[in-house]
């Protein structure tokens, strides 16, 4: 059909991946969605903290903040319901919550465990739903252990601080991240944990009441008449939180090196590329959103790919490594935690590598990238080409020679005229000879 254009194959599936860059990239152009209620001169931002605590949320807990700021709030209100998360981020969270200037309040609707705990002591006031509980905040590793001394004591001393902060007594704080300590009249002998019910947070002065929705947190906090400011996170960030969690980390960073390990088997440029490539940009999308990676690990990401396909066409290997380790460090710029980002990318090392063994095994180096540099021509009888013949029949003919054997030279056998090698000594002109041995064309002889 005239007017139409055909794109190729290759080329539409590239299109293919720069629009989903584009259109991931698009995600942060958003804003939260506001939803007010008018009310009488004072504001109040009505933030939640929900699911687990890492650093996606601080970049969306800075952004709300810093508009309430701006907006000139009267109050800032947190609505809490987490399981904990990454001591990281709840540190640089609480930072960020006591530089504040405006009144904040926690209002835990159902759980502050852990890294949620702390981030709710770090407020000036702490409301609780009947059911709700908050506490328990022992560290623990990626694995299930328990931290180091060093962690745990700078983690206790954290807790202590931000209770110490805002007038509540520390050793409830310190019973949260202590289990040695023993309060068995609230629930906590030595050897667990302190996890405080509404009424014991009450009791001890760490929550100022009991109250049941929203309404009557506000109608407590004298601004039932405040015009409310219910935000919440943007797509982007959305994204940014989900893509930065410790789980999902080495999963797309798998994705990535098994869809490059794929495409460099299969024909042409298709959706094992795509796939590898949008988990690749997902990774650093969600870091950047997160504002944990900036534009030199973009570059470096880059340049470490241009290295890459450069090495397909340069001789050599040490672009090739020069490339891969530019990815590497990009990768570990971006990340929040250089050991947890090096055990990801191990992991998407050995996927990978597996996934490699496979295919070569099952699909070989014939098709895909291997097929363009790989010699496959042949020298074969019918194009002309002759190898060296091993002429055993030779062996037991007997000959003279023609010139002197040092230890080679040349003999007749029976009419044709061959060289020849003696078995290392010296034989003259003229001399009596017998084949004793061939090897391709190297003809051995002794004297008879």
Same mark, same amino acid.
């Given at each position: 059909?005239?007017?139409?254009?055909?794109?190729?194959?290759?080329?539409?599936?590239?299109?293919?991946?720069?629009?989903?860059?584009? &259109?991931? *990239?698009?995600?942060? +152009?958003?804003? =939260?969605?506001?939803?007010? !209620?008018? /009310? #009488?001169? @004072?504001?109040? $931002? %009505?933030?939640?903290?929900?699911?687990?605590?890492?650093?996606?949320?601080?970049?969306?807990?800075?952004?709300?903040?810093?508009?309430?700021?701006?907006?000139?709030?009267?109050?800032?209100?947190?609505?809490?319901?987490?399981?904990?998360?990454?001591?990281?981020?709840?540190?640089?969270?609480?930072?960020?919550?006591?530089?504040?200037?405006?009144?904040?309040?926690?209002?835990?609707?159902?759980?502050?465990?852990?890294?949620?705990?702390?981030?709710?002591?770090?407020?000036?006031?702490?409301?609780?739903?009947?059911?709700?509980?908050?506490?328990?905040?022992?560290?623990?590793?990626?694995?299930?252990?328990?931290?180091?001394?060093?962690?745990?004591?700078?983690?206790?001393?954290?807790?202590?601080?931000?209770?110490?902060?805002?007038?509540?007594?520390? &050793?409830? *704080?310190?019973?949260? +991240?202590?289990? =040695?300590?023993?309060?068995? !009249?609230? /629930? #906590?002998? @030595?050897?667990? $944990? %302190?996890?405080?019910?509404?009424?014991?947070?009450?009791?001890?002065?760490?929550?100022?009441?009991?109250?049941?929705?929203?309404?009557?947190?506000?109608?407590?906090?004298?601004?039932?008449?405040?015009?409310?400011?219910?935000?919440?996170?943007?797509?982007?960030?959305?994204?940014?939180?989900?893509?930065?969690?410790?789980?999902?980390?080495?999963?797309?960073?798998?994705?990535?090196?098994?869809?490059?390990?794929?495409?460099?088997?299969?024909?042409?440029?298709?959706?094992?590329?795509?796939?590898?490539?949008?988990?690749?940009?997902?990774?650093?999308?969600?870091?950047?959103?997160?504002?944990?990676?900036?534009?030199?690990?973009?570059?470096?990401?880059?340049?470490?790919?241009?290295?890459?396909?450069?090495?397909?066409?340069?001789?050599?290997?040490?672009?090739?490594?020069?490339?891969?380790?530019?990815?590497?460090?990009?990768?570990?710029?971006? /990340?929040?935690?250089?050991?947890?980002?090096?055990?990801?990318?191990?992991?998407?090392?050995?996927?990978?590598?597996?996934?490699?063994?496979?295919?070569?095994?099952?699909?070989?180096?014939?098709?895909?990238?291997?097929?363009?540099?790989?010699?496959?021509?042949?020298?074969?009888?019918?194009?002309?080409?002759?190898?060296?013949?091993?002429?055993?029949?030779?062996?037991?003919?007997?000959?003279?020679?023609?010139?002197?054997?040092?230890?080679?030279?040349?003999?007749?056998?029976?009419?044709?005229?061959?060289?020849?090698?003696?078995?290392?000594?010296?034989?003259?002109?003229?001399?009596?000879?017998?084949?004793?041995?061939?090897?391709?064309?190297?003809?051995?002889?002794?004297?008879?």
């Amino acid at each position: 059909m005239k007017g139409v254009m055909k794109v190729p194959g290759n080329r539409r599936n590239i299109y293919i991946l720069l629009l989903a860059f584009f &259109l991931i *990239a698009s995600f942060g +152009a958003g804003q =939260s969605v506001l939803a007010s !209620e008018n /009310g #009488a001169g @004072e504001t109040v $931002y %009505l933030i939640p903290i929900e699911n687990e605590v890492e650093r996606g949320l601080e970049a969306f807990l800075s952004r709300t903040t810093q508009k309430a700021e701006e907006e000139g709030a009267d109050h800032i209100v947190f609505e809490i319901d987490t399981p904990g998360g990454r001591v990281d981020a709840a540190t640089q969270i609480a930072e960020m919550l006591q530089e504040l200037d405006i009144p904040t309040t926690s209002f835990v609707v159902n759980q502050a465990l852990s890294a949620g705990s702390y981030i709710a002591l770090n407020t000036d006031n702490i409301y609780m739903r009947p059911q709700a509980t908050m506490g328990a905040s022992g560290i623990i590793t990626q694995d299930g252990n328990a931290a180091s001394q060093k962690a745990q004591s700078a983690w206790l001393a954290a807790m202590r601080s931000a209770a110490e902060s805002k007038g509540r007594d520390p &050793l409830y *704080a310190a019973a949260m +991240a202590d289990p =040695s300590l023993d309060l068995p !009249e609230l /629930g #906590a002998p @030595e050897g667990e $944990y %302190l996890t405080l019910s509404p009424n014991q947070a009450v009791e001890v002065g760490y929550a100022q009441g009991i109250v049941e929705d929203r309404n009557e947190l506000l109608n407590e906090l004298g601004l039932s008449e405040a015009s409310t400011v219910v935000t919440e996170p943007t797509l982007a960030e959305r994204v940014a939180r989900f893509i930065t969690n410790p789980v999902v980390i080495p999963i797309l960073l798998s994705i990535a090196g098994i869809g490059l390990v794929v495409e460099i088997f299969s024909p042409g440029f298709g959706i094992p590329g795509i796939v590898g490539g949008v988990a690749l940009i997902l990774f650093f999308y969600g870091h950047v959103v997160a504002g944990l990676a900036g534009m030199e690990a973009i570059v470096l990401l880059v340049i470490g790919i241009v290295l890459l396909i450069a090495e397909f066409f340069v001789p050599g290997g040490i672009i090739g490594l020069v490339g891969a380790g530019l990815i590497i460090w990009a990768l570990l710029m971006a /990340g929040y935690d250089p050991g947890h980002i090096s055990m990801s990318i191990g992991i998407a090392f050995l996927a990978a590598l597996i996934v490699a063994v496979i295919l070569f095994r099952r699909v070989g180096l014939e098709k895909g990238v291997f097929r363009h540099i790989i010699l496959k021509d042949s020298t074969q009888t019918d194009l002309g080409y002759v190898s060296a013949s091993n002429r055993l029949e030779l062996i037991g003919i007997e000959g003279v020679t023609q010139t002197d054997l040092r230890p080679a030279g040349t003999g007749i056998f029976q009419g044709e005229h061959l060289d020849i090698v003696s078995e290392g000594r010296f034989i003259q002109k003229d001399q009596s000879v017998k084949i004793v041995k061939v090897e391709g064309s190297r003809i051995v002889v002794r004297e008879i």
